[in-house]
């Protein structure tokens, strides 16, 4: 059996003053990065989403900070304070109650107000739900929109929803146990009901699990009725519709009233994923008026 190491010592150098946007573990406590403990044991003032979280984990480190909790309810009385800190030159750590601050968290004010200060804002990258959803899915990466929280209501979610349905981009949600059912239904209505989808529960924590199929399997799986834990909702990009040959010929007029058949061709071949030998036979016969 392998000799486990020991854990490195912490950085002792000294942290500059700014604001620290730290990611933590979003559930394996082993996620968190050597920097973020360094940053954490350094900083003046840790504002965290929920002080009992924060403490948790500062204790499981045997660490010790002063805590000031920021919420989105709390974050207009804790702002003033925090940049007073900053004001005096101190170093201010931000955490949610786990993955990366600012995701779905509150704190987009304070750094925005931070930057407009001319204080040092610091990226302390790490843990991310989006990110390991993401990487665990399968589906397509080189273009993804995160979309975070649906609307509770079912109108109101599906006009969401419907907004998102023509973007060409693996979607991103995140969602609550107990609606995570209806809005699987939602997405299977308004997405399509075929679009291949990953369920993601409790991400690197002991009851991990990812569901994959199309929307309306997993709105039926009644293993996905208000399951318990966090929920990431990934959905695929579906399918181009098939340009009709009224498409064609329209796009082909214009494209022909400024360029020459094989330019224009090559111009609409690409713009709706055709074949370009067609497309200029296609160019061909409304010159000849065929």
Known sequence: MAQRLPPPALDDSTLAPGLYVVATPIGNLRDITLRALDVLAAADLVLAEDTRVAGKLLGAYGLSAKLERYDEHGAERSRPKAMAALAEGKRVALISDAGTPLVSDPGYKLVREAAAAGVAVFPIPGPSALLAGLSAAGLPTDRFLFAGFPPPKSAARRTFLEELAPIRATLVFFEGGSRLAASLADMAAVLGAAREAVVCRELTKLYETLY???????????????????????????????????????????????????????????????????????????????
């Open 212 to 290: 994959r199929g199309p929307l309306a399997e997993l709105a039926a799986d009644p293993r996905l009725d208000a399951p318990k834990g966090e929920i990431v909702i990934l959905v695929g990009p579906g399918h181009e519709a098939e340009a009709s040959a009224g498409d064609i010929d329209a796009a082909l007029a214009d494209a022909l009233l400024r360029l020459r058949p094989a330019e224009a061709s090559a111009e609409v071949a690409k713009a709706l994923g055709l074949s370009r030998r067609d497309v200029y036979q296609r160019a061909m016969a409304l010159r000849a008026g065929r």
